[in-house]
């Protein structure tokens, strides 16, 4: 049975995963070299050397342009602007395939995850940031722009007195959903109440839109084990149905949901 090998290229680990099937043969997690380009190749490079023949799959914490086919938007900046695929297609010798790190979550969990059965998946990451990534029918949807599923970039919905003034965001606009849901804003803010409703509010929107069959959530936020109950209880109001049939599940890999969607970037 063929190998594949899953590479998540986080800000502080790189870990590595070989699925036989969907058994795993190898798991490995090195600290990734912060700020050093040339090491981070090289410490991926040496991962997929010790495990040998295989596919290879790349989460990163951005995407590929489509237009130049450099890293852009990733929050681990060393990496911007660089062709991270084609050096590490020079490097192993192999055809390696990159994706954002929210759709090989998102991947992951439709797979064999939390998921699985269900032909419209969006997976949320609730963490440092907010991400999100989405499967229709076992397929990541990257879009023309390669920015399918960056919901917290979109305003927050319906902002009332308790989310003014409008919060800035590292992107350059303000009162992103990014800024509201991430987890250090939670913990700002010291009120579950008002962030189950912020969710609430901004994952109707995702509803009205796309309408999938389950919302999957990852991150650390992912662990408050109330947002499955009180989010789903409070959307509702703000969704265009008169019955609202969307599961919101947890996670069922954990951490190891990024990794192991990478190596399924080859099906």
């Not at 969907?22 to 990734?32: A, F, H, I, L, W």
């Not at 050093?36 to 040496?46: E, R």
């Not at 609730?126 to 999100?132: D, I, K, R, S």
């Not at 389950?214 to 109330?226: A, D, P």
Request: charged share 20%; aromatic share 6%; with cysteine.
């Amino acid at each position: 049975m063929a190998i594949r090998i899953g590479i998540d290229l986080g800000g502080t680990k790189i870990e590595a995963i070989a699925l036989e099937g969907s058994r795993e043969v190898y798991r490995k997690r090195v600290p990734t070299p912060r700020g050093d380009y040339p090491g981070t190749l090289v410490s991926i490079a040496s991962l997929v050397h010790e495990i040998g023949e295989g596919s290879v799959g790349i989460g990163i914490p951005g995407a590929l342009s489509r237009v130049t086919g450099l890293v852009k938007n990733a929050n681990s900046t060393w990496l911007i602007g660089k062709p991270l695929k084609q050096d590490l297609e020079r490097t192993l010798g192999r055809e390696v395939r990159v994706e954002n790190d929210a759709n090989c979550f998102a991947l992951s969990e439709a797979v064999d995850g939390a998921g699985k059965g269900a032909r419209v998946v969006f997976g949320v990451i609730l963490g440092t940031g907010v991400g999100g990534g989405v499967v229709v029918d076992g397929k990541v949807l990257v879009g023309p722009n390669a920015i399918a599923g960056e919901w917290g970039h979109n305003p927050l919905p319906s902002p009332t007195e308790k989310d003014l003034p409008l919060r800035p965001c590292y992107c350059g606009r303000a009162g992103c959903i990014e800024t509201y849901l991430c987890g250090p804003a939670l913990e700002r803010d010291g009120d579950l109440a008002l962030y189950t409703e912020r969710l609430a509010r901004s994952l109707a929107t995702v509803i009205n839109l796309l309408d999938p069959d389950v919302i999957v959530l990852g991150g650390g936020v992912s662990n408050i084990e109330r947002l499955y109950d009180e989010v789903p209880q409070a959307w509702g109001k703000y969704i265009f149905s008169d019955h609202v049939a969307t599961r919101l599940a947890r996670n069922a890999h954990g951490d190891s949901s990024g990794v192991r969607g990478a190596a399924w970037l080859w099906d």
